[in-house]
């Protein structure tokens, strides 16, 4: 494994460890640790921060360690950007977890393998481990798809897209958590397949709401804007621990992420750079169901968690017989050209 890793994290030590142990296992050679500090409002901050650097401490396998430790709470946002921004003035690429993003051991070959392989395609951006639930049958054989957004449950990149997207969104942090951009966010036609992820990203791309949409949605909307694309795996990768009260952004007791499953090799990669239709509808469904307005609506309306997954079922059967359809006809159409 040639790719440094990025561990972003907080105050939640039990995590941490968890999300640590994989990396020991992956043993990269470069690690860079980028953790917030406690909140002022918050006395047992200053505890749980403590502990979480102590178990980032803990790096027993030869390994050179950079660290970028916040005296103060940047908050999550800043200490993503800025911190991404620290990584990668020092390195050309990374593979970057949060401290609750627990990945299996072919999340950093797969990562690895990717970032050489992409290295100097153009169109590119992200590499994604995390499946979030994608059938594997709309892969086609392959081990992993071009989208127009991918998941940030661990994740990889190069610093020159990063620096790029920082020029287009150069949200510095000093007057809040503001959108700021230098180019208008459009993303190009034909990336989004379904109205409402083009509403999604209409919406957060004005929202001040940076826990519907924070800067994981600014990333991919600059992608979008540029006409670039990420890289969806056929396996779940990473599974994401930190459903909970101590979450930021994921506070539901009782959940969990899709089981994580390890990927074979050599990887089966796709014949060419280009917009997988049925993984992306599949994609922009999701987003639908935890982000969108009518899952918020539901939500509301309906209290009942089983009346809502079957609702779910319902609507996810007839949108899966959709994108089948669809990307038999654009398949179909590629043929006769």
Same mark, same amino acid.
Request: charged share 30%.
């Given at each position: 494994?040639?790719?440094?890793?990025?561990?972003?994290?907080?105050?939640?030590?039990?995590?941490?460890?968890?999300?640590?142990?994989?990396?020991?296992?992956?043993?990269?050679?470069?690690?860079?640790?980028?953790?917030?500090?406690?909140?002022?409002?918050?006395?047992?901050?200053?505890?749980?921060?403590?502990?979480?650097r102590a178990v980032l401490e803990q790096v027993d396998w030869p390994?050179?360690?950079?660290?970028?430790?916040?005296?103060?709470?940047?908050?999550?946002?800043?200490?993503?950007?800025?911190?991404?921004?620290?990584?990668?003035?020092?390195?050309?690429?990374?593979?970057?977890?949060?401290?609750?993003?627990?990945?299996?051991?072919?999340?950093?070959?797969?990562?690895?393998?990717?970032?050489?392989?992409?290295?100097?395609?153009?169109?590119?951006?992200?590499?994604?481990?995390?499946?979030?639930?994608?059938?594997?049958?709309?892969?086609?054989?392959?081990?992993?798809?071009?989208?127009?957004?991918?998941?940030?449950?661990?994740?990889?990149?190069?610093?020159?897209?990063?620096?790029? #997207?920082?020029?287009?969104?150069?949200?510095?942090?000093?007057?809040?958590?503001?959108?700021?951009?230098?180019?208008?966010?459009?993303?190009?036609?034909?990336?989004?397949?379904?109205?409402?992820?083009?509403?999604?990203?209409?919406?957060?791309?004005?929202?001040?709401?940076?826990?519907?949409?924070?800067?994981?949605? #600014?990333?991919?909307?600059?992608?979008?804007?540029?006409?670039?694309?990420?890289?969806?795996?056929?396996?779940?990768?990473?599974?994401?621990?930190?459903?909970?009260?101590?979450?930021?952004?994921?506070?539901?007791?009782?959940?969990?992420?899709?089981?994580?499953?390890?990927?074979?090799?050599?990887?089966?990669?796709?014949?060419?750079v280009a917009l997988n239709p049925a993984v992306e509808h599949e994609?922009?469904?999701?987003?639908?169901?935890?982000?969108?307005?009518?899952?918020?609506?539901?939500?509301?309306?309906?209290?009942?968690?089983?009346?809502?997954?079957?609702?779910?079922?319902?609507?996810?059967?007839?949108?899966?017989?959709?994108?089948?359809?669809?990307?038999?006809?654009?398949?179909?159409?590629?043929?006769?050209?």
């Amino acid at each position: 494994m040639t790719a440094p890793v990025a561990l972003i994290a907080f105050n939640r030590p039990h995590l941490t460890e968890r999300t640590l142990a994989a990396v020991r296992a992956a043993r990269p050679t470069e690690l860079y640790l980028v953790v917030d500090g406690p909140r002022d409002a918050r006395p047992d901050d200053v505890e749980k921060c403590a502990a979480t650097r102590a178990v980032l401490e803990q790096v027993d396998w030869p390994c050179e360690v950079h660290r970028r430790y916040a005296d103060r709470n940047l908050g999550l946002e800043a200490n993503v950007e800025l911190g991404l921004d620290w990584v990668f003035s020092r390195t050309d690429r990374a593979i970057v977890l949060e401290d609750d993003c627990e990945a299996t051991p072919s999340f950093f070959r797969y990562a690895d393998e990717l970032l050489e392989r992409y290295r100097d395609e153009p169109r590119v951006w992200q590499v994604s481990g995390s499946g979030l639930g994608v059938p594997d049958r709309l892969f086609r054989g392959d081990s992993y798809a071009f989208t127009a957004w991918a998941s940030v449950w661990g994740w990889a990149t190069w610093a020159d897209r990063w620096q790029r #997207h920082r020029e287009v969104f150069p949200r510095d942090h000093r007057d809040g958590d503001a959108p700021v951009r230098t180019m208008a966010a459009e993303p190009r036609p034909g990336l989004l397949v379904t109205r409402s992820g083009q509403q999604h990203f209409a919406e957060a791309a004005t929202s001040l709401d940076t826990v519907t949409h924070g800067w994981d949605k #600014h990333w991919w909307l600059t992608m979008m804007t540029l006409d670039k694309l990420a890289i969806s795996p056929s396996s779940n990768l990473v599974e994401n621990i930190g459903w909970g009260e101590d979450a930021t952004h994921g506070v539901a007791e009782g959940k969990r992420d899709h089981a994580p499953e390890e990927l074979s090799f050599p990887l089966r990669h796709p014949a060419e750079v280009a917009l997988n239709p049925a993984v992306e509808h599949e994609l922009e469904l999701v987003l639908s169901r935890v982000g969108g307005r009518a899952a918020t609506i539901a939500r509301r309306l309906v209290r009942s968690p089983r009346l809502r997954r079957v609702a779910r079922t319902a609507v996810n059967s007839r949108a899966g017989a959709t994108a089948h359809r669809v990307a038999s006809q654009l398949r179909e159409k590629g043929r006769r050209a």
